[in-house]
Structures are given as structure tokens and as C-alpha cells.
Nanobody, 124 residues
Framework: QVHLVESGGGFVQVGGSLRLSCAAS????????VGWFRQAPGKEREFVAG????????SYRDSVKGRFTISRDNANNAVYLQMNSLKPEDTAVYYC?????????????????WGQGTQVTVSS
């Protein structure tokens, strides 16, 4: 069973950048797609970006395209989310999760387990 640990959140001003990390503390991401999700206060959790560990296929929600980049690090068994040009509406708790299969299924999959996430706050 792959256990995920999120880190890298923080407080940043509008237009700033942060890099989030999702590490596999046990096991590996082989045969998985790994994605980032976020939940703002009073809103439902939403898919942000995902990457297929095997072939590198990526998927993004429209509102982050061109600003966020998801990448994988095979050596460290980690997935990163580079977030640039941050906006106040990006403020949320960010979580990572995984599924076996296509990255395009991540946004519509029901997840049983969620970690603690990492808080991102963008101040205007």
C-alpha cells in the first residue's frame, strides 16, 4: 500500500510561486496516476492536476493551465506541483492522491483515503 505525504504549502502574495511535493513513504508509484486536488473553505474538493507515472501524460483543470506544472521524480519517488502566478482563488488545502490507471480518470474517481494535505494561502 502506497502511503502519501504532502508538503510545501505556505503563505504567498499574489503572483508568487510555491512548489508542492507528494512523496510515497512506502511503496512506489509504478502503474499509478498521481494527482493534486484542493479544497477551499465551503467548497467541494476539486481536481487540479495529474500525471501518469509510467508515460508522463498530464492533465490540468482549465483554471490552472499555463500557471501550474505537475512533474514526477523517479529517483525520489515523488510528484511535484509547481505553482506560479498564484491568485487568491488558489487558496485551499492541497492534497495528493493516486489511482491505478489513466490520469484522465482522476477527476471523476471516488477516493476513500485522504491525507492531511498542505495549506496554500495566497494573499492580495
Amino acid at each position: 500500500q502506497v502511503h502519501l505525504v504532502e508538503s510545501g504549502g505556505g503563505f504567498v502574495q499574489v503572483g508568487g510561486s510555491l512548489r508542492l511535493s507528494c512523496a510515497a513513504s512506502r511503496g512506489s508509484f509504478d502503474f499509478y496516476s498521481v494527482g493534486w486536488f484542493r479544497q477551499a473553505p465551503g467548497k467541494e474538493r476539486e481536481f487540479v492536476a495529474g500525471i501518469n507515472w509510467t508515460d508522463g501524460t498530464t492533465s490540468y483543470r482549465d483554471s490552472v493551465k499555463g500557471r501550474f506544472t505537475i512533474s514526477r521524480d523517479n529517483a525520489n519517488n515523488a510528484v511535484y506541483l509547481q505553482m506560479n502566478s498564484l491568485k487568491p482563488e488558489d487558496t485551499a488545502v492541497y492534497y495528493c492522491n493516486k489511482i491505478r490507471g489513466s490520469v484522465y480518470a482522476m477527476a471523476v474517481t471516488e477516493y476513500i483515503y485522504w491525507g492531511q494535505g498542505t495549506q496554500v494561502t495566497v494573499s492580495s
